[in-house]
């Protein structure tokens, strides 16, 4: 009888102690999913001026088009603040009812926008991530670039019809400058910023709907982008995303001459 006793007791000490380890890991993997979930964000606060009561829409930027990712409501105060996922470093933009704000965020960063809720894109200050800063330099270089071209265009508007003939060469040239100064500004932000996923919205500039960098032309400002980036961030969708574009155009360069061959011989 007392030998079926030390067995029981054996038995349930056993059991309990199986109980105690799955309870353990489970508490285990509780702690290890909110600790991770928690790295695996970035949150937004900040204040718009005429934004009470209003909304912004978080979109990602994927490939050739943008994705809605999340509703935030502006307070009575133009006040917001939201904690979003991110897996990766990511290019987003924050829309408002006709403008924008775009961001670079990375994990754990803290992110504060100040600004106009109606001039979004280019009254907008924002701190706590150094990308979204370095964007800033962009948005600022737009922002030069669009009162040289309103004032270009306000002189066209006021100029007498017998005058537009030689003033148009004269803007024709004034174009030509804007669109070199502009190309070496993006030239030498891409070198100083070589690995930084702002670079991908550099090279994309345009200054009037016309990109200022081609890949039939500037080929070469494309693979030092994608050269920086396989360094900092070789499996960021971005990357990969131009990885895939620059090697569709280096065969279709390299179908170029074979295309040539074949009608010369056809002739």
């Given amino acids: 009888m007392e030998e079926i006793k030390k067995t029981n007791r054996k038995k349930n000490n056993k059991t309990l102690l199986i109980i105690l380890v799955i309870l353990l890991l489970l508490v285990s993997g509780i702690i290890i999913f909110f600790c991770t979930r928690d790295n695996d964000t970035y949150s937004l606060k900040g204040t718009l001026k005429g934004g009470e009561n209003n909304i912004l829409v978080l979109m990602e930027m994927e490939g050739d088009g943008v994705k809605a990712i999340d509703t935030i409501h502006l307070d009575s105060k133009g006040k917001f603040s939201a904690t979003e996922q991110i897996k990766e470093p990511g290019l987003f933009i924050l829309q408002g009812e006709n403008d924008y ?110 990109p200022i960098f081609s890949p039939d032309q500037d080929f070469a400002v494309y693979q030092k982008v994608l050269k920086g980036l396989e360094k900092t961030l070789p499996s960021n969708k971005h990357t990969i995303n131009l990885r895939e574009f620059i090697k569709k155009v280096e065969l279709s360069q390299q179908a170029i001459p074979a295309s040539i061959t074949d009608n010369a011989t056809k002739n």
């Fill in 101 to 210: 704000v775009m961001i670079c965020p990375s994990k754990k960063e803290k992110i504060n926008i100040e600004g106009d809720f109606y001039d979004l894109s280019l009254s907008c200050s924002v701190t706590g991530s150094k990308e979204s800063q370095n964007l800033r330099l962009l948005i600022d270089r737009q922002k030069k670039t669009g009162l040289i071209l309103k004032a270009i265009q306000n002189e066209w508007d006021m100029a007498a019809p017998e005058q537009k003939d030689s003033l148009w060469v004269v803007n024709k040239e004034k174009f030509r400058q804007l669109h070199k100064a502009e190309k070496d500004f993006l030239k030498n932000y891409i070198a100083e910023h070589s690995g930084s996923l702002t670079t991908i919205p550099a090279l994309y500039t345009t200054v009037m709907n016309n």
